[in-house]
């Protein structure tokens, strides 16, 4: 017998993982790893409401979908934009990326 | 303890301990390959929630496409001698305070919903088949589907421009 | 209920038996059934690849018009066991500089990816894993760990050429995936589900899928070979260019596992493509007796592996642009072209007798198919008009 309070504590634990890589590191990709870790603690969150409530209603799952769309952009225009920078200023490392124009 | 709570656990293990190695390793690479052990891990636990297509999907998209992303971007911006020194920056407690205070605080906003320890009821009808009917259905969400695909549109020709060596 | 017409639950009943006679606990009984028979299948699916090695040798050497291995045992049958023998006695080299997990995970995760593949193919009416109402998503997903798998391959073994070799490989799988789903989606509109067991009872109660689409199961083909990277599109393990590519540094078992796992994807493509269009174990007296439906098959898979090596062996090898020119300018507009018309298509048509059906959607799919090869006639032409008289 698995209450929602499993589910819901796994995902604030992942959530604030996530946050503190998103927050706490150097590399700029490490961050967007963070990002993704909390983009997936949300899913979770939001498909255990759907099981745990009424399950006709599809909007977490339809929710959830869209969050994986937008997460697959988000990371390619990001990516994108870091191998930019790499290109221009050969480092990824956000405390040296601070100016606007070298 | 029934089949059902041993499998949460372990699955649950498994994403906390990637998550946190994926947080913490310094090789890069490393921290891409322990993204995809929680992926994994977090698309067992969408199959124990009866949400199927939401598993394999999760699978297609994040394993198959988001992370190997993730693996080709750190090695094509990649300098050797950086994967030995420390990977945080200098305002790691702050991150850490802020991190804990914030599981603590959904920990506790979670708590005071009234259905926090609710069990979980009965699947209604076919999951799959009403996510799909959700998905074309005009009082459905047809309109938020199709928005999506323009946005993927969207960041695919964005990534191709910005990605492009002239 | 006995053997014959059900032999899964006659088995599992008959293990179930056995365990609480021996005083366990029914729940832990249930488990270790269920673990018995994984292990069952798993060794199943592993006999028969060591069985593939042999027919791949005898099949490559006649179309190469020599005889094969046939010293070691009747036609040479028992030929792949002195090759695990000496596999296993090599030498097993790990680089200098490969990071050792990822290196010897790899392997594994690759041979894995395909017998994860086994648990949603429906062998007979009664023989199957399990019925997932996703298979057919499931095959996609279970390509995207063998595409991390060959990267992770690549990575690890710290060398130029397995990293290019592991680059062109994954831009060839994440390529192929598009019109490989596209042309999956074709039996799924057919069928109504996405689940193998579904599609192949309608094919069995109606008619054969490969008469109602042909151009389909043509798409299907080309695009699951170059998804399994054999040849024609194997450019990344031409020896001539790129020296094996992203399995140069693997030496013994290790290389034994990725050859196996070639080996064994290729004859699960060919069980797709029986199970998916040409009526998977449908056949005279298949639903009374499941193993004969599970010999139909085999036979059927085995046909469809035969296809697969008879273009392998007689193709020459297409070149990386190429490979993915041909991918996006041409399968991809064509699948999702033959997925509209198609559905198009079963819609007008659905009303009317199944012969006429099947006749009207052989020749849609035949429109289709001239239609294509028009286009490409004049868009060669005007290719070669622009070259002028070269």
Known sequence: MLPLAAYLSLSALLFSLGLYGALARKNAIAILLGVELMLNAVNINLVSFWRYGNTALMAGQVFAIIVFAVAASEVAVGLALVINIYRRRSSINADEIDLMKW | MTAEQIIFYLTAALILVSALMVVTTRNLIHAALWLVSTLFGVAVLYATLDASFLAVVQVVVYIGAIAIMFIFAVM????????????????????????????GGLLFAGSQLNAFGAARPALSGDALQGLSLALVSADGFVLPFEVASILLLAAMVGAVYLAYKK | MNFWTDP???????????????????????IVTNLLGVVLMITAIMVLDIFLVWVERKVVARFQDRLGPNRVGPWGIFQPFPDIIKLILKEDITPTGADK?????????????????????????????????????????????????????????????????????????????????????????????????????????????FLVTPLGALLFLVAAIAELGRSPFDLNEGESEIVAGFHIEYSGMKFGLFYAGELLHAFTFGGFLAALFFGGWHGPWAEEYPLLGAFYFVAKAMLGYWVIMWIKYTVPRIRIDHMLAFNWKFLTPLAFTLLVVTVLAHRLLMSLPLGLYVAGMFLVNLLVAWATLEVLRSSARRQREALGTR
Do not use: C, H
């Open chain 2, 76 to 103: 094509l911006t990649r300098r050797d001698l950086l994967d030995k020194v420390p990977q945080t920056n200098t305002s790691w407690p702050w991150a850490a305070a802020a991190s804990a205070l914030m599981a």
């Open chain 3, 8 to 30: 899964i639950a006659a088995v599992a009943q008959g293990l179930m038996q056995t365990f609480t006679g021996w005083g366990m606990a029914p729940e832990v009984a249930g």
């Open chain 3, 101 to 209: 997990v990822p290196f010897n995970l790899a392997p594994i995760l690759s041979l894995g990816s395909v017998i994860f593949l086994w648990a949603v193919v429906p062998v007979a009416s009664r023989i199957y894993g399990v019925d997932l109402n996703v298979a057919l998503l499931y095959l996609v997903a279970s390509g995207a760990i063998g595409t991390l798998s060959i990267i992770m391959a690549g990575w690890s073994s710290n060398n130029k050429y397995a990293l290019v070799g592991a680059y062109r490989m994954v831009a060839n799988m994440v390529s192929y995936e598009i019109p490989l789903a596209a042309s999956l989606l074709i039996p799924t509109l057919l069928a109504g589900s996405m689940s193998l067991n579904a599609i192949v009872e309608m094919q069995a109660k109606g008619v054969w899928l």
